[in-house]
């Protein structure tokens, strides 16, 4: 157990549907960031939050959106879906220990589009 | 932009055999860390190498980082069944303002 959680574990949903995927960092981590991965592929790190302010974007949709709390749990909201986003969703907190930042991810959320 | 690639994609090895995956970039590494993700799974830190020529050990696991702190690899010694699964290589945060990059990951198959 990462410490990390996510909810829902898996949602089935419907194409043009919207969803929000929910990540609770562990206990003391400012950072959230979010991942893609679809079936087999690697992980596409989508954006980072730190604190409350996004801090780098990397390969996300227009479609999709995140945002953190003040209580730094973290929603990416997902809309217009498209089969083609049937992925595992991951987010990741870290923990950093001088020039090491490890990243501690949580279970996913598997999300699949009919 | 950045790439991570890693190589190879897939191997699948005979119990007690080793393994190796390699993991190359196009652009010189602040550091690099190494996940591995179980089959249905989250990926789960391994390690972090910061020097150039770094060398780490983890029981039957070998890490190295390259001189150029280009490329980096995972040996596993005698591997086991315990041992499947895909690994990562990541070039990870460095003060949290750049994107992660992951590299294309290895899948690891052992056959009793």
């Known amino acids: 157990d990462s410490g990390v959680t996510q909810t829902p574990k898996h949602l089935i949903t419907a194409t043009g549907q919207r969803v929000t995927l929910r990540c609770s960092p562990r206990s003391g981590d400012l950072s959230v960031y979010w991942y893609q991965q679809s079936l087999d592929q690697g992980l596409q790190f989508l954006i980072q939050y730190y604190n409350g302010e996004e801090r780098a974007k990397g390969n996300i949709l227009e479609r999709f959106s995140a945002q953190q709390f003040p209580d730094l749990h973290s929603e990416l909201n997902l809309s217009s879906l498209e089969l083609g986003d049937s992925a595992l969703y991951f987010c990741?907190?870290?923990?950093?220990?001088?020039?090491?930042?490890?990243?501690?991810f949580g279970p996913g959320t598997r999300l699949l589009v009919l | 932009g950045q790439q991570v690639m890693q190589i190879p994609q897939y191997q699948h090895v005979q119990e007690g055999e080793d393994f190796t995956t390699y993991c190359n970039s196009s652009t010189t590494l602040s550091n690099i860390q190494w996940y591995k993700q179980r089959p249905g799974g989250h990926p789960v830190f391994l390690i972090q190498?910061?020097?150039?020529?770094e060398v780490k050990k983890q029981k039957r696991l070998t890490f190295q980082f390259g001189e150029a702190k280009k490329n980096s690899s995972l040996h596993i010694t005698a591997t086991q069944t315990t041992d499947v699964g895909t690994y990562f290589c990541?070039?990870?945060?460095?003060?949290?303002?750049?994107?992660?990059?992951f590299g294309t990951g290895t899948k690891l198959q052992v056959i009793p």
């Open positions: 190498l910061v020097k150039s020529g």
């Open positions: 990741a907190s870290t923990f950093s220990q001088g020039v090491q930042e490890t990243q501690y």
């Open positions: 990541a070039e990870p945060v460095s003060g949290g303002y750049q994107k992660v990059t």
